[in-house]
């Protein structure tokens, strides 16, 4: 059960903070359950202030009281990260880390100590309990511990446990995602505006034509093409605007990017 553990958060930035304000405001965490270390000191007063959960710039103090260790820093300095807990971190203790392109296997080689670890990939719609996040698991861990991570990101959204060998296109996919998603919002609602619409009202249209489409893929669980077949009225007006993403490279430039992103995923945890 979560609701008896303790959970430090190594890194208070974006995802951090995304995953610890869900988790207060669903109740599935209590603040005096949460501990978050940060090198800066005005993260650290931030979290202490916003939401009243205890913090360190000292990682090992964090990581020596928790249960669950989150690591939620930049890939490039895991290593760093890592040999400031080393000594602090002991066999019952869970790791937990979301950092893109860092390998199961490097973490473990890290820590040294055998223990428990689970490579997790959210996303930034864990703000808004809208998130995917994907687990995978490493040698030392067991069912129980797979629990607690879906117990934990089940809280933000959705979770789905795959093999570590899809986690780079998991990443640019995933977790890069929701980015394509605006850049098409933007660019759609400057369409509208260019007809004519207000920017607000275009980008409410826009908004929530996505969200209902991306509603009607996963919940209907027809073909994408076939559900904009449907949309597609011989010589009516979606066709014409269908020919014109199709002479941009749309979804050349779509496959391309998610393509592109893996490979630089498969580069992060190297450097
Ligand atoms: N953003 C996303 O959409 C997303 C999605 C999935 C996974 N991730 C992964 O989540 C991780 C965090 O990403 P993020 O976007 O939250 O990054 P971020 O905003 O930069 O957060 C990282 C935080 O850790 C702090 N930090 C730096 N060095 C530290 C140290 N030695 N000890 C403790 N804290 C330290 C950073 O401070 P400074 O800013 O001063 O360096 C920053 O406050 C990354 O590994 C990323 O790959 C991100």
Redo the contacts with the bound molecule.
């Keep these: 059960m979560l609701k008896e553990k303790k959970i430090a958060v190594?890194?208070?930035?974006?995802?951090?903070?995304?995953l610890i304000s869900r988790l207060l405001s669903t109740k599935t965490l209590q603040k005096d359950q949460l501990f978050v270390?940060?090198?800066?000191a005005s993260?650290i007063a931030h979290f202490e202030e916003k939401y009243e959960v205890k913090g360190s710039?000292d990682?090992s103090d964090a990581a020596r009281q928790a249960d669950i260790i989150l690591?939620?820093?930049?890939?490039q300095?895991?290593h760093?990260?890592i040999a400031?807990i080393r000594e602090s971190i002991h066999p019952e203790q869970l790791v937990i880390?979301?950092?893109?392109?860092?390998t199961l296997k490097q973490l473990q080689e890290g820590l040294v100590l055998p223990l428990p670890v689970i490579r997790?990939?959210?996303?930034?719609p864990c703000e808004i309990g809208a998130g995917m996040t994907v687990l995978a698991s490493g040698n030392e861990t067991n069912g129980e511990h797979i629990k607690f991570a879906e117990e934990l990101f089940g809280a933000v959204g959705k979770t789905l446990v795959l093999d570590e060998k899809y986690f780079d296109a998991v990443?640019a996919l995933s977790?890069?995602g929701?980015?394509y998603i605006y850049m098409v919002i933007e660019a759609l609602a400057e369409g509208g505006v260019k007809c004519g619409l207000p920017r607000d009202v275009s980008t409410t249209l826009v908004a929530q034509a996505c969200l209902g489409a991306s509603r009607m893929v996963a919940e209907t669980h027809h073909h994408p093409a076939i559900l904009k077949d449907h949309v597609t009225t011989p010589a009516g007006c979606t066709i014409d605007g269908l020919l014109k993403l199709e002479e941009g490279g749309l979804r050349v430039t779509l496959i391309k990017a998610v393509d592109e992103a893996a490979r630089r995923a498969k580069e992060?945890g190297k450097e």
């Design positions: 190594i890194g208070g930035g974006k995802m951090g903070e995304t270390s940060d090198k800066n993260r710039t990682n690591l939620a820093v930049k890939p300095i895991a760093k990260v400031s880390s979301i950092m893109a392109g860092y997790a990939m959210p996303n930034t990443t977790a890069s929701p980015a992060l």
